[in-house]
């Protein structure tokens, strides 16, 4: 039986902290629009900012529907699930935005991921999520599943690239400025960091 907290605290801080993976749910406001899933992972990107506040890095990808469907209404939901131990699934429902290089507030949020080079994995973005609703509910269909360790594949790829080599890659992807249903992205140029 599923239910609902009032605060990201204690127990349930714990057990969003300690999964190596975690999916991003956004969707247009457009009801013939593309709604987008995204798994988000690699170890230290994501951090609880306090009861209320969590914020992920969002790094170079093949796509920006999550950062164009928050800048169009700012809608997102974060789910873990247990994929080892107790079963177990958390969704938090809230009011997401990007916060990007240029914005006053970039530095002190990225100081918040000590663990990550910020070159490495062509960082565009810090996406902060306040909560609106905390749920939990059992998880009793989710398969016990083992956690290897972090791919390497992406940071070998990006962090060859720098601020402006990273603009001219976003710049000749179809989907990074603008999103696939026409919103606005991830806005190009990237400024340094």
């Known amino acids: 039986m599923g239910k609902t907290y009032e605060r990201i605290d204690g127990r349930l801080r714990s057990f969003i902290e300690e999964q190596p ?10 009801g013939d629009g593309t709604v987008n899933l995204s798994p988000k992972g690699l170890k230290g990107s994501f951090v609880v900012l306090d009861e209320l ?18 800048r169009e209404n700012g809608r997102i939901t974060l789910m873990w699930c247990a994929f080892q131990g107790p079963p177990n699934i958390v969704r938090v429902h809230g009011r997401g935005e990007p916060v990007f290089r240029d914005d006053p507030r970039f530095g002190e949020l990225l100081a918040r991921f000590p663990d990550i080079d910020p070159s490495t994995h ?41 601020t402006a080599s990273l603009s001219a ?15 606005p992205g991830v806005p190009l140029p990237l400024p340094e960091m």
Do not use: Q, W
């Open 21 to 30: 993976l975690f999916f991003t749910a956004t969707a247009p406001l457009s």
């Open 122 to 162: 062509g960082l565009r973005a810090i996406i902060v999520v306040t909560a609106e609703l905390v749920r939990d509910s059992c998880g009793f269909a989710v398969p016990l599943m083992t956690y290897d360790g972090d791919r390497e594949l992406h940071g070998r790829r990006f962090g060859r690239e720098d």
């Open 169 to 183: 890659y976003f710049a000749g992807k179809e989907y990074i400025a603008t999103s696939m249903d026409g919103l």
């Open 53 to 70: 506040t969590l914020a992920y890095l969002d790094f170079a990808g093949s796509n920006a529907e999550t950062v164009a469907h928050l």
